[in-house]
């Protein structure tokens, strides 16, 4: 089992940057495919479960991002201090949303984590609040 607890969300300007971070406990993650998930009222519009991957980072080290954040955002982990990162930097309005960490099986690739959905991961987090306005 895996507990979850996301941090650093906050309101900031456009062209800023903020470091958003997964504290985990539980088993070790180095056997897990990890990834940052992004909700917003207009995904869930779409219709679907309202969650996008913007960020993955599979057993191997290997990432993958969304397009609309290449270049921006950043994912990383720290095994030895139990958390996973997601630093974030030229924040636009789009960007805001509630993220949320993940975990799932170690053998999905990480664009498999981008590209998969609710049931692709096992474990989830609360959630941090990110908001970017002027």
């Known amino acids: 089992q895996l507990v979850f607890e996301e941090s650093g969300g906050a309101s900031v300007q456009p062209g800023g940057s903020l470091r958003l971070s997964c504290a985990y406990s539980?088993?070790?993650?180095?056997?897990?495919?990890m990834g940052w998930f992004r909700h917003t009222p207009e995904k869930e519009h779409e219709g679907g479960w309202g969650r996008e991957c913007v960020a993955a980072l599979d057993r191997y080290g290997n990432t993958a991002y969304a397009d609309s954040v290449k270049g921006r955002f950043t994912v990383s982990k720290d095994k030895d201090q139990h958390i996973l990162y997601l630093d974030m930097s030229s924040l636009k309005p789009e960007d805001t949303g509630r993220y949320y960490c993940?975990?799932?099986?170690?053998?999905?690739?990480?664009?498999?984590?981008?590209?998969?959905?609710?049931?692709?991961?096992?474990?989830w987090g609360a959630g941090t609040r990110v908001a970017i306005s002027s």
């Open positions: 539980g088993y070790t993650i180095a056997y897990y495919s």
């Open positions: 993940a975990a799932g099986n170690g053998l999905h690739s990480a664009e498999q984590v981008l590209h998969g959905d609710y049931y692709t991961m096992d474990y």
